[in-house]
């Protein structure tokens, strides 16, 4: 985005909510305060220092407005953005642009969903659409199926290298004291689970669990008096591409080709420097399009490139160290996880999945239907 500078804000404080499957009683914006009141809690502030907050949920259309009114505070800066998974990334940039003018100081970004509670329709209700709807497609798989499908068209990708993404997410996940999923996960059981969209298998599909976060964002000077290490902000950016998926230009590049260039300018850096990704996997197919859009391998080369075993433990690139969406958790819109992931692997707190050096790291969001892409680069103090 122009106008922000690199190292000009610090995450200094992440938490999860509960998660997996939490009482009948609790709400979304109990999730987001309860991870607000542990995100505090790891960087040492109090309630009373946030003076910004920034929220979205498909449960609450007045999300920010909502955990104000439940924290009892009254922030100078609040922004509700909605576009769906990437809608954290957004705000995290949104909350770097207030906080280097001065309208903020401290920045609380929540999310929460009891999606798995209450199912998954009733947290994400569908509009009807004219062009699509009549076909009655099971969205939002069936639309990342057709992008699966034209990939392999295009490009010869295999049920097989989906099915890898899916197995590499699971090894991860075991690491994860975290994780919904607990048992090894093999090709074969990917390939033969229950067919839900072809090509997609149940395996190929994202866990649908109750959960939500928090991360407290701060400036780079605060952030240095705080009991944490800061995790400084590089490089963000932000690019919508379509709304429906009969809309998308072409299947098989997304509009992370724009947010990615966006956040490496900003951060003067390469694909080749980052040392861990923490990538947006509602699908198996989403890991793939995005190692290609933000420049990791060459169009058409994902499914090839996850083949051996690359993105795995041991592999040749850390990607989705917490098991993701496929294997770890996935409360709807996970775009706020998958930061706290990549903040967590920059301070080296990631125990047994700990990338080894990790200084650089970078987390992308996906929203909608491969809609809306949001990248951001993390990275510790010695890369300012």
């Not at 003076?51 to 509700?80: H, N």
């Not at 069936?142 to 993404?165: D, I, N, P």
Request: hydrophobic share 40%; proline share 4%; glycine share 10%.
């Amino acid at each position: 985005m122009s106008g922000l500078l690199k190292g000009s804000v610090a995450v200094v404080g992440v938490a999860e909510s509960d998660l997996g499957q939490v009482a009948p009683h609790t709400s979304p914006i109990d999730l987001m305060a309860q991870a607000t009141m542990r995100a505090l809690d790891d960087c040492g502030l109090e309630l009373s220092d946030v003076d910004a907050v920034l929220s979205a949920t498909s449960q609450s259309r007045y999300s920010a407005m909502a955990l104000c009114e439940y924290l009892r505070i009254k922030p100078k800066y609040f922004d509700g953005t909605m576009i769906g998974g990437a809608s954290f990334m957004s705000h995290l940039a949104h909350a770097q642009a207030a906080i280097q003018q001065g309208v903020c100081e401290v920045a609380l970004i929540a999310y929460g969903s009891t999606q798995r509670s209450v199912s998954r329709a009733a947290a994400t209700p569908r509009e009807y659409n004219f062009f699509e709807s009549p076909y009655r497609p099971l969205l939002p798989v069936s639309a990342y199926a057709l992008a699966a499908s034209r990939h392999m068209y295009e490009f010869g990708t295999t049920r097989e290298h989906l099915a890898k993404v899916a197995v590499a997410a699971r090894k991860w996940a075991l690491l994860n004291p975290a994780a919904w999923e607990k048992e090894p996960l093999t090709m074969e059981q990917v390939l033969n689970s229950r067919m839900v969209s072809h090509p997609l298998t149940v395996r190929d599909c994202c866990l649908v669990t109750d959960g939500g976060g928090a991360i407290i964002v701060t400036s780079a000077a605060r952030a240095k008096t705080l009991k944490k290490k800061p995790v400084y902000v590089l490089g963000v950016g932000e690019s919508l591409g379509h709304t429906t998926i009969s809309n998308m230009p072409d299947l098989t590049t997304t509009a992370a080709v724009e947010s990615g260039a966006q956040a490496y300018r900003m951060a003067g850096l390469k694909p080749s420097e980052v040392d861990m990704l923490s990538l947006y996997d509602a699908f198996t197919i989403t890991p793939i399009l995005f190692l290609e859009d933000l420049g990791f391998c060459p169009k058409g080369e994902g499914g090839r490139f996850v083949a051996d075993g690359a993105i795995a433990p041991g592999g040749k690139l850390a990607v989705n160290t917490s098991g993701g969406g496929l294997s770890y958790c996935h409360p709807g819109m996970y775009g706020l996880l998958v930061m706290i992931e990549a903040i967590r692997q920059v301070r080296g707190e990631c125990g047994q999945r700990q990338v080894k050096d990790c200084e650089i790291a970078l987390a992308h969001g996906n929203g909608g239907v491969l809609s809306a892409q949001c990248t951001v680069l993390f990275g510790s103090e010695a890369t300012l």
